[in-house]
């Protein structure tokens, strides 16, 4: 079953700008990490925030995380053509195994 | 270095038949994942391995579903009987371990059809 819901469940957005995900999950988390996936296809590891830390950079990715509210964000900066893919947020939770949750997906087009 | 490979790529199957997939890990990745991408459902969790050992089969959706792992590397997701529902993309992914912290690496998925 899915962890949660995430929005907007599609993007449309002109190279430059910048987008924002958005990620709720249900259930107590150790961390949560956002994927990328290209073509319906395998998927690239983007960022890991831990349920302890509250912001993290990587690149032009910055990742928040309020576990009050049981949600995440991921904004993009500076949107490239290549950023175009769908983006998944994956959430872990208590058990020890690394099994990820994951969210619905937003699917990100960046116009050149 | 290699990453995560599976084969086939895409299958397509008649209905009721057996099929096989194959996953082929990170090389020194103990911990293996198999998930399931389908318009209706989503991204799933179908199965985690530890070494050769399941200690968490919770996703699997039917006893027709079953994985194996040898030598703590290959792992094999085979599905009995396959019904329409089955169509999915099947994915696998493996990290060093299987804690929280550890990051997955994904394999380019099979593609599975049943006709």
């Known amino acids: 079953s899915q962890q949660g819901e995430e929005d907007p469940q599609a993007l449309s957005i002109q190279e430059g700008e910048n987008a924002t995900m958005n990620c709720s999950y249900k259930?107590?988390?150790?961390?949560l990490q956002w994927y990328r996936q290209n073509s319906g296809r395998g998927l690239v590891h983007l960022i890991l925030i831990r349920s302890n830390e509250r912001e993290k950079h990587s690149g032009r990715l910055r990742v928040t995380l309020d576990t009050s509210k049981k949600s995440s964000s991921l904004l993009i900066t500076a949107s490239r053509a290549a950023d175009t893919a769908s983006y998944f947020c994956?959430?872990?939770?208590?058990?020890?195994?690394?099994?990820?949750?994951f969210g619905q997906g937003t699917t990100l087009q960046v116009k050149p | 270095g290699a990453g995560v490979s599976q084969s086939p790529s895409n299958k397509v199957t008649e209905k009721g038949k057996d099929v096989e997939l194959r996953c082929d890990p990170i090389?020194?990745?103990?911990?293996l994942y198999w998930y399931r991408q389908s318009l209706g459902q989503g991204l799933e969790f179908l199965i985690y391995f530890q070494g050769n050992s399941a200690p968490d089969k919770s996703g699997l959706p039917s006893d027709r579903f079953s994985a194996e792992r040898t030598g703590g590397s290959v792992s094999t997701l085979t599905i009995q009987r396959t019904q329409q529902e089955d169509s999915a993309v099947y994915l696998c992914a493996s990290s060093l371990v299987g804690l929280a912290g550890n990051e997955q690496y994904f394999g380019p998925g099979t593609r599975l059809t049943v006709t």
């Open positions: 259930t107590s988390i150790n961390n």
């Open positions: 994956a959430t872990i939770g208590s058990s020890n195994t690394g099994k990820l949750i």
């Open positions: 090389s020194g990745h103990t911990a």
